[in-house]
């Protein structure tokens, strides 16, 4: 099954996303903000998360949240 952004483009390994909207991220006292780009993520085995790198931590985001950078 293909792993696809809120707006149903296809992402793959290595793409870029946009957050839509600003997160609270459990176990952490920080939030990501609205518009915060991640770069080269990495798909999952589950095709509703991705794994990526924000602000130096690897953390897993739900796709319904993201965006693909065009």
């Known amino acids: ?9 296809v992402l793959n390994d ?6 839509n909207r600003t997160l609270k991220v459990k176990g952490m006292a920080a939030t990501i903000k609205q518009g915060t ?9 589950n ?3 991705i794994e ?5 931590t690897v953390i897993v985001l ?3 949240f993201l965006k693909k950078k065009s």
């Not at 780009?37 to 085995?45: A, F, Q, S, Y």
């Not at 990526?52 to 130096?56: E, N, S």
């Open 52 to 56: 990526g790198r924000v602000d130096k």
């Open 37 to 45: 780009t991640v770069k080269n993520i990495r798909l999952t085995g």
């Open 1 to 9: 099954m293909e792993t696809k952004d809120s707006n149903g483009n």
């Open 14 to 19: 290595g793409d870029s996303v946009i957050v």
């Open 62 to 64: 739900k796709t319904e």
């Open 47 to 49: 095709p509703g998360e």
